[in-house]
């Protein structure tokens, strides 16, 4: 039996490896790796896929992350922010397309005060619909708030374990106060998702081995992995890696094995730099979808990325499309919130 072998076997039946173990399954082709991850998807998860409708409520930010077509210092950016009410409107629209979720999520935007989300949470949650949060970096009071106003869940990707990087990557942010962030959240009882970028300049596969043993020490409940994609409005505009894809995807799959219970998303990122790419996900790992339900105008202007998909589509038709696709593949969507069942 190969090497390769030996540790797919180890890890599917302890779902631990170390380091150069996971480093081995990184360099591999990634073949036997991603068929891994799916039998255990299947085994520990089943054939369910979740879908999670976003709102992108405002593409206003105050941080400079290098990688970002949202960082503050892009002048270019046609900012936007929805009001409190018109958030509520499309979490309702979340509601009537079928969606058991809605994920809130903006850049670093100050306008929305603790106040201010509270009630936005609060008026959603009238509806029988979790509420995951992705707004970045607050205090421990303020995610206490949300959590009393009854969000359920909170995104808040760590994205890069190698501090080095990290700092080059976020002009002014410290890697400690994220991780704190992190832990905050779990200590107050959010669901709590985290993740990584993959394939930022000077990113080594040893570092991103090292993210995927964060995510199994801080035992997160969801796990957003995606390609870097290179924003021409960045300083990182010429740092295109044509290999991202197939490193990211093979960190998603190792992700799954270390973590064979937790929600998994097949990022949209994935799907911008391959037409397969949600697809050729849930068939190595992932069990989520996070379709947007804004119309066109805002889904163009909250561009993280260039080249997003579903641009010109219609809510109500990405929402038909992607429950095909998963139909395509013998999977089908799930009919409740989809919280992380403990299972391990
Ligand atoms: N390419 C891919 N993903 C990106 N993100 C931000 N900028 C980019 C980019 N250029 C990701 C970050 C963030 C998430 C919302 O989007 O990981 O956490
Ligand atoms: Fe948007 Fe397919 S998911 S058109």
């Known amino acids: 039996m190969t090497s390769l072998n030996n540790i797919l076997e180890k890890a599917e039946q302890t779902h631990t490896l170390d380091k150069d173990e996971l480093i081995i399954l990184l360099n591999s082709d990634g073949k036997a790796l991603c068929e891994s991850a799916n039998k255990i998807r299947q085994k520990y998860i089943g054939d369910e896929v979740h879908l999670r409708g976003l ?32 958030i509520i409107e499309y979490a309702k629209k979340g509601v009537s397309l079928g969606y058991k979720t809605v994920v809130l999520q903006s850049g670093e935007d100050t306008y929305f005060s603790v106040d201010k989300m509270c ?36 995104l808040l990707r760590i994205e890069t374990t190698d501090k080095e990087l ?14 704190e962030c992190l832990y905050n959240l779990k200590d107050i009882g959010y669901e709590v998702g985290t993740g990584c970028l993959v394939g930022l300049p000077e990113q080594t596969i040893d570092s991103i081995a090292e993210d995927i043993l964060f995510f199994k020490d801080i035992n997160a409940d969801m796990i957003g992995i995606g390609p870097f994609i290179p924003h021409p409005e960045t300083p990182l505009k010429s740092e295109l890696n044509p290999q991202n894809f197939d490193i990211a995807l093979k960190a998603m799959a190792a992700t799954r094995l270390l973590l064979p219970d937790i929600n998994i998303p097949a990022t949209t ?14 068939n190595s790992g992932a069990n989520v979808v996070m379709p947007n ?52």
Do not use: W
């Open 293 to 344: 339900i804004l119309d066109s105008d805002y889904k163009k202007k909250y561009e993280i990325y260039p080249n997003k998909i579903c641009l010109n589509e219609h809510s109500g038709k990405c929402r038909n499309c992607i429950e095909a696709k998963i139909k395509s593949i013998g999977r089908f969507v799930s009919e409740n919130k989809g919280f992380r069942k403990h299972i391990i």
């Open 119 to 154: 009630y936005i949470i609060s008026e959603i949650k009238k509806n029988d619909i979790a509420v995951t949060l992705s707004i970045g970096e607050k205090t421990k009071e303020e995610y206490k708030a949300y959590k009393k106003s009854g969000a359920d869940r909170y």
């Open 55 to 86: 709102i992108e409520f405002s593409n206003i930010c105050k941080c400079s992350c290098k990688y970002c077509g949202l960082r503050s210092p892009n002048q270019k950016a046609d900012r936007y922010r929805l009001e409190p009410d018109e």
């Open 166 to 179: 990290y700092k080059k990557m976020h002009p002014n942010m410290s890697y400690e106060n994220r991780v």
């Open 269 to 282: 990122a994935m799907e911008t730099i391959n037409p397969m790419g949600r697809i050729i996900a849930l």
